[in-house]
């Protein structure tokens, strides 16, 4: 893993449990395969990751079927937040709050959950995407 | 399965992907450069996750086992 690897950035804007799992597997996938990951959180994602929330019932997409939801409820694996510690602790995880979003949602550092790294514009979420791809979950 | 010294055993079965794959990182992390990790999963993820992993990493993929429900996965710390 000597080589700078490119990164891999992920737009995270719903909130839904199943959709911030699915993206917080694939983060932690990238990070452990050496990858720089970046996440910038808008509009429900980022409410999502409001201080004392992240253990809430953020509810399911809406393309869960009725028979689909509780399997994906009953389903063991971890918490998306869990998820994202390990990516942090593997790898080169940086999340950010997007800041139109925290301006929508009247929004301060001090609302977030620590695992929220800053605060950035989009320009700067783009800068850091660089030559990697961009995925928008 | 062939007799290799075994120095850790990590039972990730029924843990979902990527599960067992982070807990074999985080114990080769901690352990020793030539020591022998066993993963035992049942994550069908893992038969690539770890693979492929571990040639990242540049460890060592000493022996894959499948048993029935579940599969060995014997890696050697190598750096």
Known sequence: MEEQERPLSLVL?????????????LAVGAAAMGRPVNIFLQYYALDAFRAG?????????PEATGEQAPIVRAHPGQHWSDLLHQAKDVGEVDIQACAL???MFHLKREDLDGLVDGIEGVAAFIASAAEGQVVFI | MST???????????MACPGPLMNLIGAIRQGQVGQV???????????TDIPAW??????????????SGYAHFIVRKAR
């Open chain 1, 101 to 103: 979003s925290m301006d």
């Open chain 2, 37 to 47: 990790f066993e993963v035992l999963s049942s994550d069908e993820g893992s038969k």
């Open chain 2, 4 to 14: 290799i010294q075994v120095d850790k055993t990590i039972d990730a079965r029924g």
């Open chain 1, 53 to 61: 929330r992240l253990h809430e019932d953020h509810k399911l997409s």
């Open chain 1, 13 to 25: 804007f719903s909130g839904t449990d199943d959709k911030l799992t699915a993206a917080s597997v």
């Open chain 2, 54 to 67: 571990v040639a990242k990493a540049k460890h060592e993929l000493v022996e894959f086992v499948q048993d």
